[in-house]
């Protein structure tokens, strides 16, 4: 979320999403499905002709409704979209996949209320680095993270062709902060959270500086990515 500076490690991270692939909302009809917070429907809608963030939860879709007037805001379930068919140019759905039981029929939804042409703009956690060597996810949240390559795979099923599959990495300043660190910006915060320290003051600098510029999105070496992000059309 934005505004919370412990958490702007990883709200920079999705932010960075959201400003790359937001040239694709120019002058469109834009579906959020999954907004959350709101922001990046905030943020979308700079660009588009009309965005609607949908979500299932009451209170975040009254949240959106009031926080964000550029948005208009539906309440509805990802794997029934309440939207006619043939009748938005892009769905966008970022960080949200990994959190949805079944995720083939949310993509047939999304090919579904795109019109001919139209674009699935898609970013989830990468999940030969988010849950390495694991079969379960390490997020309890999230019920099936993807690779590159599973997300092609699901994106080809769903009747999408793939126009962009790239990976979200630390820029040259994270690196470095990375260094400083010993190693990782992401350890040395999981390490507070799960001992339970306080934060020290060079963790504290180090998360609150970060900017969605310190982040890079290439189509490099993508295994090794962050976050995957997709670009497929209908």
């Known amino acids: 979320m934005p505004g919370i500076p412990l958490e702007n490690y990883w709200f920079r991270r999705h932010e960075v999403a959201y400003l790359d692939l937001a040239k694709h909302c120019a002058d469109a009809v834009v579906?959020?499905?999954g907004c959350g917070e709101g922001y990046g429907a905030d943020l979308l809608a700079g660009h588009a002709r009309l965005v609607v963030g949908l979500d299932y939860d009451q209170l975040t879709a009254a949240h959106v409704a009031k926080a964000y007037p550029s948005v208009r805001t539906l309440r509805g379930n990802l794997a029934a979209l309440p939207l006619r068919s043939d009748s938005v140019d892009v769905v966008a759905n970022l960080q949200v996949i990994e959190h949805l039981w079944d995720q083939e029929g949310f993509l047939r939804e999304c090919r579904r209320v795109l019109r001919p042409g139209g674009r699935l703009l898609i970013t989830t956690p990468n999940r030969i680095t988010f849950s390495p060597g694991r079969d379960t996810p390490l997020n309890p949240f999230h019920t099936r993270e993807l690779s590159g390559a599973e997300m092609a795979d699901l994106l080809v099923d769903a009747g999408f062709e793939v126009e962009f599959l790239g990976g979200v990495h630390h820029g040259p300043r994270l690196r470095e902060l990375d260094a400083a660190l010993g190693g990782s910006i992401i350890d040395a915060q999981i390490e507070v959270a799960v001992s339970g320290e306080p934060w020290s003051d060079e963790l504290m600098a180090a998360v609150?500086?970060?900017?969605?510029?310190?982040?890079?999105?290439?189509?490099?070496?993508?295994?090794?990515?962050?976050?995957?992000?997709?670009?497929?059309?209908?």
Do not use: H, M, N, P
Not at 208 to 227: K, P, Q
């Open 31 to 33: 579906l959020e499905a």
């Open 208 to 234: 609150t500086s970060v900017r969605a510029e310190d982040f890079e999105i290439t189509t490099s070496d993508i295994d090794a990515s962050l976050d995957l992000v997709g670009i497929a059309r209908a």
